[in-house]
């Protein structure tokens, strides 16, 4: 089993969870999931495509989520569904169970006396909340975290380990801040001045909307004044930069090193592949796609899908990789054609000269 769950459900249930339609027993008890290679009686797994119908005959799972056109298999128990990927995660959802932590305040715990602590709130062991926070109803601050002065945490939120939620920011409901995230940091701001470096005061904010998730070791500056704002839903992986007062839209996907400069807009749904650097001042489109480990340096258009250092279409991208993937046969055919001209010259300096010397006559 994939995780130590304390449930069982039967297969009927799980289908009037999510649907379908079962070929089998619907009386099968399922007690936890797991992958279809690692399945055992009593998990139920899933099987997207019909050319796994071999390694289902082969597993040991006692049910198996699958798409509408799967093949019968006679003796195994199968819930049948439109989009079983979709379908299996609802199946995890229904079993997974998150740590346990209770509500109420660890001994070792600072809690300034101006706090607000909503109902059911947990705050773990050597966790720091700030003069004048609030944090809402059913919350979770685990162990190390700090909360700072005036920061506002909505409803149903987690903060990881050691995480931090600087003076002033503001996080949605059911916002998720995995450890050691960072969110309200200085932005990297410093001119020029008489010889130094001179700091520019990070005087503005950070706000999180609702059902953002943000992993661990991710940063998200504070603005230099003003706000920088991560719209509701969008999903950051680990170890990601965002910059001083940059926008993120709503339902954005970014994974992991993607590192965003400072002021930049991204759109709606957009989603960039991992290692990305986005230059300062960038915009980037709704729906726009943008593939790992590129720098961004130009504007990216709605829908546009951009590639590579520096990116550009991947269109353009495909053909030139296609083009340097021949390069080694229109290198040999250059040699040849080489080759054969250094022949031919030879061969027109030799006619020039007269041609080939005749013995001397006797």
Known sequence: MGQEVEMELSLGTIQQRIGGEITGDPGAVMTGVNGLGEAAEGDITFAEKARYVEAVRASSAGAIVVGEDFPDLPGRNLLRIREPRTAFIRVMALFYREEDHPAGVHPSAVVAAGAELGEGVSIGACAVIGEGTRIGRGSVVSAGAHIGRGASIGEDCRIGPNAAVMHGVRLGDRVRVHGCAVIGGDGFGYVWADGHHLKIPQMGTVEIEDDVEIGCNSCVDRATLAVTRVRRGTKIDNQVQIGHNCEIGEDVIIAGQ????????????????????VADHITIGEDARIGGASVVTKDVQAGETIWGFPSRPIAKVLREMASVARLPRLLARFRDFASRLAGLEERVTFLEGGGEKRA???
């Open 258 to 277: 993607v590192g965003f400069s400072g002021n930049v807009r991204v759109g709606d749904r957009a989603m960039l592949g991992g290692r990305t650097c």
């Open 360 to 362: 001397p006559s006797t």
